[in-house]
């Protein structure tokens, strides 16, 4: 009994919902990957930020959305590109907004 008790244990913390940090990192890199592939393309900095109180104050999901905020150099300008992003089920979702 104790066995199945602490595999039981072992498992929810395996699959447990990921924290702050994960989530940051797994949709820095989904956001990465979104954006435009133009050659040259460097990318200056990343941050993350709550997401505004307009989205969600509507906000129907069970996880939280965060905006990620990309500054990037192409051809000598630069730019900003935003995207919300919510992780479920372990997996990152974005989408590209516009500031």
Not at 9 to 14: E, I, K, M, P, Q
Not at 66 to 91: K, L
């Amino acid at each position: 009994m104790r066995i199945v008790f602490a595999v039981v244990v072992l498992a929810a913390l395996l699959f447990a919902p990921t924290g702050h940090a994960e989530t940051n990192k797994a949709c820095t890199i989904k956001a990465t990957e979104a954006l435009p592939h133009i050659a040259g393309l460097v990318i200056k900095k990343s941050r993350t930020r709550p997401a505004p109180a307009a989205i969600l104050a509507s906000w129907r999901g069970q996880s939280q959305p965060i905006m990620i905020d990309m500054d990037v150099v192409a051809a000598g300008e630069a730019q900003t590109y935003s995207f919300m992003c919510v992780v479920t089920q372990g997996s990152a979702f974005v989408q590209r907004t516009m500031n």
